[in-house]
């Protein structure tokens, strides 16, 4: 499943937002029951799991733990804590938990991002800055692609 491309919607006073028609026929496609929505670890941003997606990094992450490691355990607490389970209404609407607004600096307009397995969800402020770390990203990917 990939997820590609970037979409503008905006919120309604409640919190909630159409998840863009192209990404919900990927998910039907692929016949996913649920998402999961957390904040993204190291950006200012959402992000939208399937829930097949969502499982599978739980258990990387799980297997990788050591019980008996603290800050470990801490780390696959905090990771999984902060999830929220998200379901569609009939309209392909979801509700962004007001949390979850407030950390992405969301007040109506949002740019949703496909990020291959995930769907990112951005202020539309947020993620126009992107667009100026177009450059670095190439030369990362320049760098990370050399033999």
């Known amino acids: 499943m990939r997820f590609t491309g970037s979409i503008d919607a905006k919120t ?3 919190g909630r937002v159409f998840v863009p028609s192209v990404f ?8 996913e029951e649920g998402l999961v929505l957390r904040r993204d670890l190291f950006e200012p941003c959402l ?3 399937p829930k097949s997606v ?8 799980r297997a990788r733990t050591n019980p008996f490691d603290r800050r470990q355990q801490q780390a ?3 990771f999984t804590v ?16 007001r949390r979850y ?4 600096s969301i007040k109506n307009d949002v740019r949703f991002n496909g990020m291959d397995e995930v769907i990112e969800i951005w202020s539309k402020q947020a993620a126009e800055g992107l667009e100026e770390k ?10 990370m692609m050399r033999l």
């Open 47 to 49: 992000v939208l799991y």
């Open 101 to 104: 607004l407030e950390h992405a």
């Open 82 to 97: 902060d999830a929220e389970n998200i379901t569609l209404d009939s309209s392909g609407r979801m509700l962004i938990p």
């Open 24 to 31: 919900r026929k990927i998910l039907q496609k692929e016949e």
């Open 12 to 14: 309604d006073e409640k």
């Open 54 to 61: 969502w499982d599978a990094r739980v258990d990387a992450i």
């Open 76 to 78: 696959l607490r905090l």
């Open 134 to 143: 177009q450059k670095e990203a190439g030369n990362i990917l320049e760098d």
